[in-house]
């Protein structure tokens, strides 16, 4: 079976979010799931929160044009950081919000990692004929219980993207191949993907985690700060169509804070040949 391309793309930043009165609705969710660890929620940090649901997050990108016309065989929402208000399943939601029969789970607890790990797991369910469509989704919350240094000393915004993905027609842009390494510059420079880096017609596009030098490359494009693990897929939901016409290969690239790892995924465009 062909690859996966992406057919249709979103991207949301810093939607309206809930009044803070919503909240109290998780307090005793926070006060038992913290108590056992000395600590309780910090109300003051809630009430100051956006209070941006993944629920809201995956209602404005099923608003989308392309991805709400999407009827995927499988979805999969990722996120690195947990929903405000987690009583609701997301990937059923999104789920039956796109035609309501695709296999659906969600992928949490890899940090900036999930993403990838999605793009390998949709890889290998299209390559065994279990799903022609596949919806992926990346959800960023920032209204949490307790301090979080991360999302505070950032500042880190509500954002979202989602890639839709169905088998390679000769006119997109297909993902190839996603791994990780201990750094950028070893996660850029493994096997083939160092030759491909340093090739005209190759894009590095680094998220705002990348502070140690790489191999050089023609083009590069960073993603603004702002996001932790959606940044990378904000900026190819914004771009791919204009991408594909101007490149043969787009590298995404960014690093953990948290982990120190490195994680890589390789597009190419249908007509470029000798990838692996």
Known sequence: MSALAVRAAAAV???????PGQAPAALDYYRDLLAPFGAK???????RGSHVHHRDLADLLAADVGVGRSRPELLIVTHALPDVVPFTAVAPYLTDRLGGRATNFAIGQQGLAAPFTALRIASVYHSAGRAAEVVLAVLEQTTLPTAFPLVQQTPLVDSAAALVLGASTGDGLRFVRAHSAASAAAALGEGA????????????VLGPWVTESVPECTAVHRAAPGSYCT???LELADHWQEWQQTYRRIVLCDTDPRSGRSHVALFATEGEVGTP
């Not at 929620?41 to 009430?47: N, R």
């Not at 993907?193 to 590095?204: A, M």
């Open 13 to 19: 930043r810093s939607p309206q979010g809930r009044a």
């Open 41 to 47: 929620p910090d109300e003051e940090l809630l009430s």
């Open 193 to 204: 993907l160092g030759r491909d880096v340093g090739e005209d017609g190759t894009l590095l």
């Open 231 to 233: 940044s990378l897929w």
